[in-house]
């Protein structure tokens, strides 16, 4: 089987257009004899099936999104071009950008204090400086076996502001009418809701990540008499840095998709989570319960090019910061 | 979910009405999924021409089909029991074979029909359509006028307000089958211990919610949930006030804002300001629970609610009483339903008459009636015959003691509001959700609400191209 | 959770007490003050209540009726005792005969199918990013790596119109299919190959007279295994978690995986005030879910790579 495939693949190579405009493959491998380029060329072969699946999956659908976002359909008048309009109303939509601001503040807050949380707990861990740390770890990593929507259904009964055990117990050290769904304390229970979930996860990376620094390394500074805090934010820190960098990223895509707790938890608590509270959750309100799939396609379009130009902003910060140091 | 009030009215069942029975076939359906899943149950080849239905769609009635030369009819609904009915009439129909698909309750089953009916295959022959949602299929001309196969002769079996929910002019756009009249449900040992006697007015209804609470402040004489937009719309009507009005067609009326409305909404932001009525979120839940502990002291209820309430009732079983909805003039017989159910035949349909035929018999037979009055359906009737019988009236329910409900829902019948819906009724469930969640938050008034909601529903309405009206 | 340090390596050491492995370096060597890992064991211990008060709560309440699921404390106990009456509803009768064995069964399917062929399609693609340089290699890998950035929604939205058009509503293909890519996996596998499939031995073998496929799967694989399983199951969970495609592209509740039917049943059952007898059925389904998840994780959990991939970036 696999013999007709590597054919197959060089029958592909043969015919391949444009052999001979293979300029910048053939600049970053100058050194290199030519069938091993050729033989390189083979590798397309094993990204086909990933690229066939993500050119369907992702960037149709994606091209579809841009594609039906510059069209309107109406219930009277069916579909018609409408250009940049749906774009401008998105744009010029407090309540999209309300959201967006809202995600921003959550995911700041949240993942801040959650790889802080996390990666305390990874080098305690990473040091040894705990009793029963294997158990300890196990324990945390649970949440990431609870699906999303379940843990958002266990909150949402136990911080329930009426019958709650969280609330009731809230009440009984003296905070007597506390709702930890009202307007005010929404966003800090998903907040408390999402690092619930998630520590553990982005703890046991980072536990990993701090045990593949080289044990001499650690040892050379102890010698030189560097105490353990230093060790820890100026030599196992760093190393880390790219395990934490690919975190925060993450987590902040993560962030930016917030969905799921606010659609359950507003079977809890009425008037708190708006249509709006999310851009996702506003584009799912938006399509399914308005029926506006172009304007959605509009929001979905927009969004990803906001994150994705945070994304860029952050990468040019770090660069920047690079350079200063 | 944003639109989950609008699965409710049709769905106070005993048991999960939401997942009415999933299917005969769910368990044995179960290996096949787990082997190719495409491979289908066997209920594909119900589905004309096949699009948006699944080859696994649940199948739960129709295996008990004679012939297979009859003409295959596809319906969707999730009252549970249904399938009891559809098996009757294949039985008795050997000529026609309905398969039942239940695609969940309310906003799936939209979501479904709308996007099979706009993609032009897949959708089914009949299905479940609330009255609040039938003009949202009427205005996209996906209804077949069902006076064309005989419809018009079973007028005179149901309640007028049915009748006139499902027709347009001559057009006859579904059969209705079942709905909630609605009465003044209380907690008797409760207002007896107050000395509150059922409000038979509006003023009455204030002025008891102010004694009440004014004697037990921990109490409320009713909640006031105007995210359940529905609820909301009818109880609007008995006041007069109705604030969407839609005739067919491209005109739809919007009026959220004049003085009937505002008279609506002055009347409980009044009572919502002295605490006398709590504003608990109407689909959560607190208020049964709230009823429960004697915390609510009556509700303006439908038809189910006897049924309904009963597995969270624990301390107050066997104490709640029905009673008449209050008047806004004295000595009126002005009343509100409160949701129910209408079996359309859609334009795709291959087979409209035996598709019609099919729903009439559903609709307007005492041998369908004679099983959907039953649990698990236990359907409230527009069909006459059933709905004025002595034996249904006659009906008791563990939570209403030895009094007889029914009674009085079933006079409430006769003197029901008329009501329009808005050819648009998801959008507007989703954005209530928003907009009148405030007022029960407590961030806005109900006026501020009703403005707020007009200039929403107006700029929707313009959006999908209606010609708007605001008076 | 790690297999990157010795198996059974706890040695304890009763001058420290705390947990060590072989390699590590002996605490007292840190010059901490006394009482300093008492401290923070109590501090893991106090973030472990954090964490297993929702999971004792689940457990508690799928023993409860649901008039005590909401009248009585949620920490506590309560009579009746209705476990096994809750858990053999869920094999009987919520409204529709098997529904929650149906949701189970898919949910299993869609993370098997998806999971496993998100894993199998990583595993190849990383190894071709990792171990070739074929025209536009680098410019395919960071188009991949963009379309990490593009928010789920602004893909799984348009899937749905997509769908629509494609007659992929209702399908069990539609939730399958679109499972298997996953840009983080394939990013994950490139990385782990570039770190433990060495480029002399695929040289070696093609010395031999190997061919390319035959190098992978003899070769390459075997020593990607810890990598493979790492990325299964962020695949699975991620498939078992996914909630927002599902939702909006399965409209007959027989195809819907377990959360999806969770969340609808939540909504149904606060659709009806409560008056339905749904709750007790949404505690035990909730941790019906559960458990084979965590069964999982103890099985894979010795393959468990994730930070070593994240960490190795700097290279």
């Not at chain 2, 008795?92 to 239940?102: A, G, S």
């Not at chain 3, 695929?202 to 790492?230: K, N, W």
Request: proline letters at 6%.
């Amino acid at each position: 089987m696999s013999d007709t495939a590597v054919r197959t693949a060089r029958r592909g190579r043969g015919g391949g257009p444009g052999r001979n405009r293979d300029r910048s493959a053939a600049r970053a491998h100058a050194t290199r004899a030519a069938w091993v380029r050729r033989r390189d060329r083979r590798g397309f072969v094993f990204v086909v099936p990933f690229l066939g699946a993500f050119v369907l999956f992702v960037l149709v659908p994606l091209g579809y999104a841009i594609y039906s976002s510059v069209y309107t359909t109406r219930i009277i008048g069916g579909t018609v071009f409408a250009g940049a309009d749906n774009y401008r109303q998105v744009l010029g939509s407090g309540q999209f950008w309300s959201g967006v601001v809202r995600v921003v503040v959550f995911g700041t807050i949240q993942i801040s204090i959650m790889l802080a949380v996390a990666f305390f707990f990874a080098t305690i861990f990473d040091l040894g400086l705990v009793r029963f740390g294997r158990t300890w770890r196990a324990i945390f990593f649970m949440p990431f076996a609870v699906p999303i929507v379940v843990a958002a259904l266990m909150w949402g009964f136990m911080l329930q502001p009426q019958y709650g055990p969280v609330t009731r117990l809230a009440g009984a050290v003296g905070f007597q009418g506390t709702n930890f769904l009202s307007d005010r304390l929404m966003l800090p229970s998903i907040i408390v809701i999402v690092i619930w979930e998630w520590t553990g996860y982005n703890m046991v990376i980072l536990y990993t990540a701090l045990k593949s620094v080289p044990r001499d390394i650690v040892e050379a500074a102890l010698i030189e008499g560097a105490p353990i805090r230093k060790i820890i934010l100026r030599v196992k820190l760093p190393m880390v840095r790219p395990a934490i960098v690919m975190l925060v990223f993450l987590n902040a895509i993560g962030a930016s998709q917030l969905f799921v707790e606010p659609l359950i938890l507003n079977n809890y608590q009425s008037g708190v989570i708006t249509n709006y509270y999310t851009p996702t959750y506003f584009i799912f309100n938006t399509a399914i319960g308005g029926s506006q799939y172009n304007m959605a396609a509009a929001m979905a379009v927009i969004l990803g090019v906001v994150v994705v130009l945070i994304s860029i902003a952050a990468l040019l910060f770090r660069r920047w910061k690079g350079e200063l140091a | 979910m944003s639109s989950t009030s609008r699965v409710r009215r049709r769905d106070r069942r005993p048991r999960s009405v939401l997942f009415a029975a999933t299917g005969v076939l769910a368990l044995s359906a179960l290996s096949a999924c787990g082997g190719s899943g495409g491979g289908g149950t066997g209920a594909g080849g119900a589905a004309p021409g096949g699009g948006g239905a699944s080859p696994s769609a649940s199948l739960v009635a129709g295996a008990s089909c004679r012939s297979s030369s009859a003409t295959k009819i596809t319906f969707w609904a999730w009252v549970p029991g249904m399938d009891r009915a559809v098996n009757a009439f294949n039985k008795t129909h050997p000529n026609i074979c309905v398969t039942q698909e239940n695609p969940g309750a309310g906003r799936p089953t939209y979501l479904a029909l709308t996007n099979t009916l706009k993609a032009g295959s897949g959708a089914p022959d009949v299905a479940e359509v609330e009255f609040a949602e039938l003009p949202s299929f009427e205005v996209q001309n996906y209804l077949v006028d069902l006076s064309k196969y005989g419809a018009t002769q079973y007028q005179s079996k149901f309640v007028p307000w049915a009748w006139q929910q499902v027709t347009r002019g001559s057009a006859v756009l579904a059969m209705p089958s079942d709905f909630g009249p609605m009465a003044f449900y209380y907690n008797a040992p409760l207002l007896a211990k107050h000395k509150i006697k059922p409000p038979a007015t509006w003023t009455d209804f204030a002025t008891a919610a102010v004694k009440l609470h004014k004697a037990d402040p921990k109490a409320v004489l009713a909640n006031f949930g105007p995210s359940d937009l529905q609820w909301l719309l009818d109880l609007m009507s008995q006041a007069g006030a109705s604030p969407f009005g839609y005739g067919g067609g491209d005109q739809v009326k919007i009026n959220w804002t004049g003085p009937a409305q505002m008279k609506f909404a002055d009347f409980w932001q009044n009572l919502i300001n002295q605490k006398a009525i709590s504003t608990v979120a109407p689909n959560s839940t607190q208020p049964p629970i709230n009823r429960d502990r004697g915390i609510t002291a009556a509700g303006l209820d439908s038809a189910w609610a006897p049924s309904y309430f009963a597995p969270q009732a624990k301390r107050t079983m066997g104490d709640w009483r029905a009673a008449p909805l209050p008047q806004w003039t004295p000595g009126a017989n002005v009343q509100a339903d409160w949701g129910g159910s209408t079996y359309p035949v859609f334009k795709q349909s291959k087979h409209p008459a035996e598709a019609a035929q099919f729903a009439e018999w559903l609709t307007a037979s005492d041998e369908a009636w004679t099983i959907l009055k039953t649990p698990p359906s236990s359907l409230f009737p527009t069909y006459k015959p059933l709905l004025d019988s002595t034996e249904f009236k006659s009906l008791t329910y563990p939570v209403s003691g030895s009094s007889k409900p029914n009674e009085v829902f079933v006079a409430a019948a006769d003197g029901l509001a008329p009501i329009q819906w808005p050819p648009f009724m998801v959008a507007a469930l989703t954005q209530a959700n928003t907009t009148f969640g405030q007022v029960e938050n407590g961030k806005q008034t109900l006026r501020q609400a009703f403005q707020a909601f007009q200039g929403q529903m107006v700029k929707y309405a313009q959006q999908q191209g209606f010609k708007v009206s605001t008076s | 959770m790690t297999a990157s340090t010795a198996p059974a390596a706890s040695a304890r050491r009763p001058a420290g007490g705390a947990e060590r492995s072989e390699d590590a370096i002996p605490v007292r060597l840190y010059g901490l003050r006394r009482g300093t890992v008492t401290a923070l064991t109590a501090l893991c211990a106090l973030f472990a209540v954090f964490i297993l008060v929702p999971i004792a709560w689940i457990v508690i309440n799928s023993t409860k009726t649901q008039a005590n699921l909401f009248q009585t404390f949620g920490f506590w106990f309560a009579r009746p005792f209705a476990f096994f009456e809750n858990f053999s509803r869920l094999f009987q009768n919520v409204g529709g005969d098997g529904t929650y064995i149906r949701w189970f069964g898919n949910t299993a399917l869609y993370a098997l199918l998806g999971g496993g062929g998100a894993t199998a399609l990583c595993a190849l693609a990383g190894y071709g990013f990792a171990r070739y340089r074929f025209r536009g290699s680098q410019a395919l890998f960071y188009l991949v790596m963009a379309a990490l950035m593009v928010p789920i929604t602004a893909i799984t939205f348009p899937l749905f119109l997509v769908y629509t058009k494609v007659h992929l509503i209702n399908s069990i293909w539609g939730m399958i299919l679109p499972s298997m890519v996953s840009p983080v996996g394939m990013y994950l596998m490139r990385t782990y190959v570039q770190l433990s499939v060495p480029r002399e031995l695929i040289d070696a073998a093609r010395l031999d007279g190997a061919g390319e496929l035959r190098i992978f799967f003899r070769i390459a694989l075997p020593l990607m295994v810890p990598g493979v399983m790492t990325v299964l199951l962020i695949s699975v969970v991620a498939v078992w978690n996914n909630y927002f495609l599902p939702l909006i592209i399965f409209s007959k509740n027989d195809l819907f995986p377990l959360t999806v039917g969770m969340g609808v049943w939540s909504s149904q059952a606060a659709a009806t005030s409560g008056t339905d007898v749904l709750y007790p059925m949404i505690v035990i389904g909730g941790l019906v879910t559960i458990v084979p998840l965590i069964l999982l994780f103890l099985l894979l959990q010795r393959y468990w790579r994730g930070g070593l991939l994240l960490g190795s970036i700097a290279n």
